[in-house]
């Protein structure tokens, strides 16, 4: 081969290879008397097992005055029982090179469990003592409580967690999927006792199904499974009554105010669809094409021709009840408005224009390709049969998955388009600097609501620097601080905000010394600053920005390439 021919070669992307065919183990599924149904997938490939015992209960059911409950109930399970304590489940699944976890999404809740063959029985043994009988101890208790506190305090300080909280907050209104963590007040609500009673009203055998797949003789696995969980007594299964997303009928922004923020997070969303709708793989297709990955319309606009952003992408958010579809991308302060006129430009083209027969093929040959690898593992086939089974789906829904790929056509993707994408009755939220967010929103949005970092509403700020006369009686004094770390621990910290010949400027003393305010920007009841001082014997300077509500002071301290601390205070009399 020469030259010339080599770099033709080399411009020309090889023909994609036929799809190859997908051997899906024939699952057995059986009904214990008790209502738990069975489901068992015999592959001796591997001397390996892996399990699923999956409930159709999830975050959604929480009571609406605990949010957070099924979380940490499920957190609790492997924390203690009437027969091991946490410790002795914990030296058990190790000594087996085995793991077992809990955990909760919004529409079911899983314990899992994987293990050698040869171990298979002792860790079935293992999952029914945690299942069936949690103790729920008091010490552990009160220190998921505490942990759960801390998690939160740190997910607060996150732009993308606050984005999230707001757009389902918008989106689902009084719809559970609303609520995406618990609150400081539902945490020191949950005791013991609710966690008890809670776990027995969620935990019945007619709403679950125990999935098993692996290395297994399944005769004698069933009567295992029989003689451990045969026992467990059904009851009234929790259902899903909940109430409808509310339908939109214009475009509002939702802006987060974290002065100071170098970044704008930026949410797009319409109402979508839930996971059994027919519109499901037109919607993918044409989620696919416009930003699923990073050929995708989304990146390649924002990111490769505008540089606005390391990655811009869309997501299509399907439940077992409800959805959401979003556009989703985290740009630089300064081009927030030119990224929003970017994002509706294409949200309107795939509305407007059919996908070109390329798109459509590239998306096909993504969807068919990367289908089978979930499927190469006993954890990752397991794992598609739990969604199937917790969302409804049916039986054959693997075998089939690819040809309903393959049957979407191009007028089937711009039909749910029209339909689902629908800019001018889109929520925007945004997460960033209110104070240059807002006049960029404008063009795109006249319905502007504002937001502090706990979600409360707030006022506008001004364009202009506030007098003296304004600010000082919103800021100016001493404020008590705990500035929270990363590693879960408070630390007090005094912050003085004096006026003085030069403008403004005042200081921040904690057990780490004293730093000295320099550069104070005042805007009503927000301030920014930039905070001196000493380290090892090295001058430090950080940012620190925060706003003051009804004698309450929030806000966070920034170091250079590390993550913000946020801090929260009040005044000192």
């Given at each position: 081969m020469n030259m010339n021919q080599q770099d033709d070669f080399r411009r020309h992307a090889p023909a994609p290879l036929s799809s190859s065919e997908i051997r899906i183990p024939t699952p057995h599924q059986t009904v214990l008397p008790n209502g738990l149904t069975l489901v068992i997938v015999e592959d001796k490939r591997l001397p390996l097992v892996s399990y699923r015992l999956a409930f159709r209960t999830g975050d959604a059911h929480d009571p609406a005055e605990l949010p957070g409950l099924t979380d940490m109930m499920a957190g609790l399970l492997t924390e203690g029982t009437t027969l091991r304590t946490s410790r002795q489940i914990a030296e058990e699944v190790e000594s087996m090179g085995a793991t077992l976890h809990a955990g909760a999404g919004s529409d079911f809740t899983t314990l899992s469990a994987s293990a050698l063959s040869v171990f298979g029985e002792n860790i079935l043994q293992l999952m029914a003592d945690v299942t069936l009988h949690p103790s729920f101890p008091e010490n552990e208790v009160d220190l998921t409580k505490q942990n759960t506190k801390e998690s939160l305090k740190q997910q607060r300080?996150?732009?993308?967690?606050?984005?999230?909280?707001?757009?389902?907050?918008?989106?689902?209104?009084?719809?559970?999927?609303?609520?995406?963590?618990?609150?400081?007040?539902?945490?020191?609500?949950?005791?013991?006792?609710?966690?008890?009673?809670?776990?027995?009203?969620?935990?019945?055998?007619?709403?679950?199904?125990?999935?098993?797949?692996?290395?297994v003789e399944r005769q004698r696995l069933e009567e295992n499974i029989e003689k451990l969980f045969g026992a467990w007594k059904r009851s009234e299964a929790v259902l899903d009554h909940f109430?409808?997303?509310?339908?939109?009928?214009?475009?509002?922004?939702?802006?987060?105010?974290?002065?100071?923020?170098?970044?704008?997070?930026i949410v797009i969303a319409n109402k979508g669809v839930n996971r059994t709708s027919a519109d499901y793989f037109p919607l993918l297709l044409m989620h696919t094409v416009l930003g699923a990955t990073a050929s995708s319309r989304l990146f390649m606009n924002l990111r490769e021709e505008k540089g606005y952003t390391y990655g811009a992408y869309s997501n299509l958010d399907t439940r077992r009840t409800a959805g959401t579809l979003r556009a989703t991308a985290e740009v630089r302060t300064p081009v927030t408005g030119n990224s929003l006129k970017e994002f509706f430009h294409e949200l309107e083209s795939i509305r407007n224009e059919p996908v070109t027969p390329k798109e459509i093929a590239d998306a096909k040959s993504y969807l068919t390709g990367v289908f089978p690898?979930?499927?190469?593992?006993?954890?990752?086939?397991?794992?598609?049969?739990?969604?199937?089974?917790?969302?409804?789906?049916?039986?054959?829904?693997?075998?089939?998955?690819?040809?309903h790929v393959q049957a979407v056509t191009v007028d089937q993707i711009q039909q749910v388009a029209q339909k689902y994408v629908k800019p001018n009755e889109a929520a925007i939220v945004i997460v960033g600097d209110g104070k240059q967010v807002l006049e960029q929103l404008e063009p795109y949005c006249k319905e502007i609501e504002l937001f502090n970092t706990q979600g409360k509403r707030k006022e506008r700020p001004s364009n202009a620097t506030a007098p003296a006369s304004v600010s000082t009686p919103g800021l100016a004094g001493t404020w008590a601080l705990e500035i929270q770390t990363p590693f879960g621990q408070n630390i007090p910290a005094t912050l003085t905000l004096i006026e003085n010949a030069a403008g403004f400027g005042g200081s921040v003393e904690s057990e780490m010394g004293r730093g000295e305010l320099e550069n104070v920007s005042l805007d009503g009841n927000q301030f920014q600053s930039t905070l001196s001082f000493e380290m090892d014997g090295h001058s430090v300077q950080a940012k620190i920005q925060g706003n003051a509500e009804g004698g309450q002071l929030a806000g966070t301290i920034s170091l250079q390439n590390l993550q913000p601390l946020s801090f929260t205070g009040s005044r000192s009399e």
């Open positions: 300080a996150q732009p993308s967690f606050l984005a999230n909280e707001m757009v389902s907050r918008v989106m689902f209104g009084d719809h559970p999927y609303s609520r995406i963590a618990p609150s400081p007040e539902s945490i020191d609500g949950t005791t013991r006792d609710r966690l008890v009673g809670f776990h027995r009203s969620v935990f019945v055998p007619n709403n679950a199904v125990f999935l098993i797949v692996g290395d109430a409808e997303p509310p339908d939109r009928t214009s475009r509002v922004a939702y802006v987060v105010d974290r002065p100071g923020s170098a970044q704008s997070n690898i979930r499927l190469e593992t006993q954890e990752g086939l397991i794992d598609q049969l739990v969604q199937l089974k917790m969302l409804g789906l049916p039986d054959d829904y693997l075998q089939v998955y690819r040809d």
